[in-house]
Structures are given as C-alpha cells and as structure tokens.
C-alpha cells in the first residue's frame, strides 16, 4: 500500500491491524561523480519497496530533503542541507498528523551516516522529534500527570508490548551493524556503489570515476552488482525481522 494513493478506508485497515506505517528519510548528497545525489534515498527506497513484496506494509511519502551536512562536499557541490533544529520542527508535526490520527507503527528508515548504527545530527533530529512528538500527543489527549495516573500502574511491564507509547515511532537504519560487518559500509565507494547498482543500475556510472578524484571514492572501482545483491539479501532479512 502506498499512502499517497490511499483512501481513508485503508488508512481505517491500516490502524485496525497495526501495519508497519514505513518512511524513507532521504537525503540529496553529493556522492563523489559516479553516484547520483539521490544515492541514500534510493538506497533506502529500493529496500523498502522489495520488502513491501515481501510483507504487508504502508509506504509513506519520502522526505528527501534533510540535515546532509557539508561534510563530503561544500554547499557548492549540489547537497541540499537543511539545518538540523529547522528540519526537527519539520518532522514534529509530520509525526504529531500521524500520531494524531491514530497511527501506532510508524518506522523511519535511513541510509545516510548510519555506519555502525551511530547516532548523526539527521537521525538524531528524526529521534528527537519522535519522542517529543509522542510526549506531546499523551499530553494532549490525557492530559499533565497520565504517566503517574493509576491507568498506567502496569507501564513497566507494557515497556516490550504494544501499549509502549514510545515504541510507536522508531527510527532505524537500513543495514544494521552486524549486516554493515558481514558486507561493508562506505560512503559512496565500493560498497554503497554496489548495493545502489543492484538497486538502481542507472544511478551508477563508474566510468565518470576520473572526473574528479577523492579518497573515498576510489574503492568504487571495485564495485559490482553482486556484491551489492548480497547487500541487498541481507539487509532485506534485516528489515523483514526488525520492521513489524
């Protein structure tokens, strides 16, 4: 299912039987000359939409636009970078319509500077605004004090269940650190070339290569569509295990 094509009767299906509500954080990044800006968006879109073959799941609009930082390239080399407090309030209210309107299985998947499942200012800022978001959402509609009210006696032992309100919005990442170790995880090398080459061949043009040279880019010659099908394979079972 894909919200941008749906009606509110499968939204109504979609919080009757708590599918997996699923958005790519995408970034526009530069990606050295053989990559496309789109690279961590299309890597982390790919995914998504071979796992909704596999499981029932709702595809949410993409947000591309997002905290890249300058770190690779300066705001000369094509990155849209939008800073992080800015984009936090941004996202805060995407979170507050969909709590708002009763979504409970809200997941943001990311590609970008996720190495080892580190914490970076984007995923950070998707993070923050989730719990804020949630913390808000309880206390609008219950009201100051619904954590220390005798409705919530059992939240303890609810913290692993559906009923954790802070389990409702999770951000994770596409590779996670034991998929990142059994393959690779590179910025726009040998690796992230491979699985956006099995992904999106037309994304990848190793033969711009020479353009122009950088350290972090020369491993990309070594590149293939089948290591990147392995990435894929086992990102995959990742995400089929962790998004439920």
Known sequence: MILDMSFPRELDYVKKNNIPVVIVGG???YHGPQCSYGCDTLVAEGL???LAEKKEIMLAPTISYSPSSYAVGDETSGTVHVEENAFEQYVYYVFMSM???GLRNIYVVIHHQFEQESL???TLSYMKAAKR???TYLEKTKGQGWWGSESYKDYYENLEGEENPFAWIKVIPTMSTAVQN???YDHAGKYECSILMSLYPEAVKLERLGDINHW?????AEASTEIGDEMV???LEYLEKTIV
């Open 27 to 29: 970034t526009v990044e």
């Open 48 to 50: 998504v939409k071979k």
């Open 99 to 101: 709590l708002s309107a």
């Open 120 to 122: 970076m200012p984007m």
């Open 133 to 135: 978001a949630t913390m």
């Open 182 to 184: 059994a393959t690779g």
């Open 216 to 220: 972090f880019t020369k491993s990309a």
């Open 233 to 235: 394979k086992l990102s």
